[in-house]
């Protein structure tokens, strides 16, 4: 069974950055896309960015289009982590943030439902 812990979640000023992490234990990790989703109160979930496996490297990174430029994921399977580097936060992006992970290749990237292992959840407060 395949288990995701976030870290790395917090409270930050507007316009500051944030590093998240996430680790995967019970599985092969170089095999999984992985992706990052938040959730804010009252809102539904939603896609940040996603690394997607296709057998070939390097793999690809998605982004929501708002976040293009501000934020990067990046994965390191030596160390069964993937990291989600947050720049110029904004206070609209207060949320938990969620890591997700699929075996495999995932046709809709931005859809919740395609990944089939999820962390807890680490929260992210953005306010001055």
């Known amino acids: 069974q395949v288990q995701l812990v976030e870290s790395g979640g917090g409270s930050v000023q507007p316009g500051g950055s944030l590093r998240l992490s996430c680790v995967a234990s019970?599985?092969?990790?170089?095999?999984?896309?992985m992706g990052w989703f938040r959730q804010a109160p009252g809102k539904e979930r939603e896609f940040v960015a996603a690394i997607i496996w296709s057998g070939v490297r390097p793999y690809s990174a998605y982004y929501a289009d708002s976040l293009k430029g501000r934020f990067t994921i990046s994965k390191d399977d030596a160390k069964n982590t993937v990291y989600l580097q947050m720049n110029t936060l904004k206070p609209e992006e207060t949320a938990v943030y969620y890591c997700a992970g699929r075996r495999g290749g995932v046709r809709d990237y931005n859809d919740s439902a395609e990944y089939d292992f999820w962390g807890q959840g680490t929260q992210v407060i953005v306010s001055s």
């Open positions: 019970g599985g092969t990790f170089s095999m999984y896309s």
